[in-house]
């Protein structure tokens, strides 16, 4: 009588892609053997390729590109000196150490009162203000896990950009439309707007945002609890919460903003829409705290 027992069908292995970790995936480069998505995917003579490698095989080829125009394999492998993430923590770091030693940062946070006199750079310095040593590491590490996730989507030009943006949008809500005393440090309502960014992109995509809600959710108490924007000259606490809620409003509107940005209009003339539309953005911000001053 014959063995008629069959060896067990192995199941596909799916594995996150290199590049998304969020994406599980069961196909895999043919050159490398990495594990890639549906976007990561580049055609080869036989099975598909990461973008890495299709670039390699073919050095004259046009460089693949992602809806928003990032190039596909520049971001979201290991962290160099000149990704997102390293520039900007770099950045926050610097600032942080520094006033430890100097107390530069009282130079740096958004005040009401103090940009009403004329120190408008506190509207775009806030960002890279901590507070504390212990501020610090939270937003450092925040910011690093929130850049690495999207700047293979966007790319670090596009990622430096949003944080900017979204920084000085909030600034300029809570300028035009808060009380004197209230004001900005920490730089989490920039990090609320490039959540919010990338629930846009995903939300133009199709795809599932309440991973990104949820997080976005998590910012959102974390910046009510440690008094992210603050008041000062006596002010009482209704004020004090009125400047955090335009804040956080302003942050993640101006991040929304720029997410669809990234992604509106064809691909044909992309890169000109996106640097008109930041323009318009910013001129929004420069309109906000321009009546502000006009208004007295």
């Not at 979204?166 to 300028?175: M, P, Q, R, T």
């Not at 995509?205 to 991973?211: C, F, L, M």
């Amino acid at each position: 009588m014959s063995d008629t027992t069959r060896p067990p069908v192995q199941e596909p292995a799916f594995r996150p892609c290199y590049r998304h970790a969020d994406r599980l995936t069961g196909i895999a480069c043919q050159r490398c053997g990495r594990p890639i998505c549906n976007e990561c995917m580049v055609e080869a003579s036989v099975g598909f390729q990461c973008p890495g490698c299709a670039r390699r095989a073919l050095p004259g080829a046009r460089t693949p590109r992602t809806r928003t125009g990032a190039r596909l394999g520049g971001a979201g492998g290991p962290l160099t000196a000149y990704s997102a993430a390293a520039i900007l923590v770099g950045v926050k770091v610097v600032v942080g150490l520094a006033d430890l030693v100097s107390g530069i940062e009282s130079q740096l946070y958004s005040v009401n009162v103090l940009v009403a006199q004329g120190e408008v750079w506190r509207l775009v310095t806030h960002s890279f203000t901590s507070g504390s040593l212990f501020n610090l590491l939270i937003n450092a590490l925040f910011l690093f896990l929130v850049c690495r996730s999207i700047e293979a989507e966007v790319g670090r030009w596009r990622i430096i950009a949003a944080y900017l943006l979204s920084g000085f949008g909030a600034a300029a809500v809570v300028f035009a439309l808060g009380p004197p005393a209230a004001g900005l440090f920490g730089g989490l309502t920039a990090l609320l707007g490039l959540l919010a960014m990338n629930a846009a992109l995903k939300f133009r995509r199709s795809e599932d945002v309440k991973p990104d809600l949820v997080f976005l959710a998590i910012l959102v108490g974390f910046n009510l609890a440690l008094g992210g924007i603050f008041s000062i000259g006596g002010s009482s606490g209704l004020q004090a919460v009125a400047g955090q809620v335009l804040g956080i409003l302003g942050g993640v509107a101006f991040g929304a903003a720029v997410g669809l940005i990234w992604t509106w209009g064809p691909r044909q003339g992309r890169v000109r829409r996106q640097v008109l539309g930041l323009l318009g953005l910013t001129g929004v911000g420069v309109l906000l705290v321009a009546g502000r001053f006009l208004v007295g």
